[in-house]
T-cell receptor
């Protein structure tokens, strides 16, 4: 089946630094990828929709200058958390639509801890 | 009001028991409904789609009630491996975005 590879799975960084998370579709082309954030015991919240070759669409309340998204190819989308702060510590997950009827595949997630 | 609401549980049941729980959604125009399973600190994985006529997959049965805007999941003959958080997922918009419930935690004990 369709596989979405996400790296790194876990990262610890210092406040003020930037962290890049990669999401790759391994055996299919993904023109659209989605980036979610999940805080403990809460639902996945959509942050942005990443579109290949164009600007990402951000959800209300998500700072586009802080969460930089690049979708330069049909198989790779990246999320960069810039100037990270402890409150950015969360579980970040990407997903891609794999076909019709809203089939989605999720990456394995990245647990970010900002110290 | 949240787009998707679930009873967080936890539902603690013995092996072999039946457990059922619901999820309500706010957008009456929603067309696609899913149950995902999420294990601790892992990504969600599709358990089953939910069809208008209701559907069954082994020990799992999903039902959709459009009039009352809720979907349900029933697990029969619970196994220890069924312990997880079950996420109700709804797509109610034209741009293929999903809305997630916060999840219902099920713990099956020996």
């Amino acid at each position: 089946g369709a596989v979405v590879s996400q790296h790194p799975s876990r990262v610890i960084c210092k406040s003020g630094t930037s962290v890049k998370i990669e999401c790759r579709s391994l055996d299919f082309q993904a023109t659209t990828m989605f980036w979610y954030r999940q805080f403990p015991k809460q639902s996945l919240m959509l942050m942005a929709t990443s579109n290949e070759g164009s600007k990402a669409t951000y959800e209300q309340g998500v700072e586009k200058d802080k969460f930089l998204i690049n979708h330069a190819s049909l198989t790779l989308s990246t999320l960069t958390v810039t100037s990270a702060h402890p409150e950015d510590s969360s579980f970040y997950i990407c997903s891609a639509q794999t076909g019709t009827n809203y089939g989605y595949t999720f990456g394995s997630g990245t647990r970010l801890t900002v110290v | 009001r949240k787009e998707v609401e679930q009873d967080p549980g936890p539902f603690n049941v013995p092996e072999g028991a039946t457990v059922a729980f619901n999820c309500t959604y706010s957008n009456s125009a929603s067309q696609s409904f899913f149950w995902y399973r999420q294990d601790c600190r892992k990504e969600p994985k599709l358990l089953m789609s939910v069809y208008s006529s209701g559907n069954e997959d082994g020990r799992f049965t999903a039902q959709l009630n459009r009039a009352s805007q809720y979907i349900s999941l029933l697990i029969r003959d619970s196994k220890l491996s069924d312990s997880a958080t079950y996420l109700c997922v709804v797509d109610g918009r034209n741009d293929y975005k999903l809305s997630f419930g916060a999840g219902t935690t099920v713990t099956v004990r020996a």
